[in-house]
Nanobody
Framework: QVQVVESGGGVVQPGGSLRLSCVVS????????VTWYRQAPRKQRELVAQ????????VENPLKGRFTISNNKSDKNRVDLQMTNLRSDDTAVYYC?????????WGQGTQVTVAS
């Protein structure tokens, strides 16, 4: 059974950095897409960044230059989201989504709070 687990969230001051990880367990066949979303209080869930198993990656325009998504070179089952120069409006629960041919798998989310 495929499972998705996020980690790396926490409390950070404005201007700080965090690295979130999305670890996938279970057997995966075929191509896949990993997408990071976030949901701030009283707001809709929004797409943050996306990467394929072949390394094709994109970050949503407002976040480019501050956020980077990558396949972890040491662990092929892990995708990292590096976030720098964090701002208060980055505060949200960050979710990882794995899209396989058979369907979608969501993690439970990890809280990121940016506060001084």
């Amino acid at each position: 059974q495929v499972q998705v687990v996020e980690s790396g969230g926490g409390v950070v001051q404005p201007g700080g950095s965090l690295r979130l990880s999305c670890v996938v367990s279970g057997t995966i066949h075929g191509d896949y897409v990993v997408t990071w979303y976030r949901q701030a209080p009283r707001k809709q869930r929004e797409l943050v960044a996306q990467i394929t198993n072949n390394g094709g990656a994109r970050v949503e325009n407002p976040l480019k230059g501050r956020f980077t998504i990558s396949n972890n070179k040491s662990d092929k089952n892990r995708v990292d989201l590096q976030m720098t120069n964090l701002r208060s409006d980055d505060t949200a629960v960050y979710y990882c989504n794995l899209h396989l041919e058979e369907g979608y798998h969501w993690g439970q989310g990890t809280q990121v709070t940016v506060a001084s």
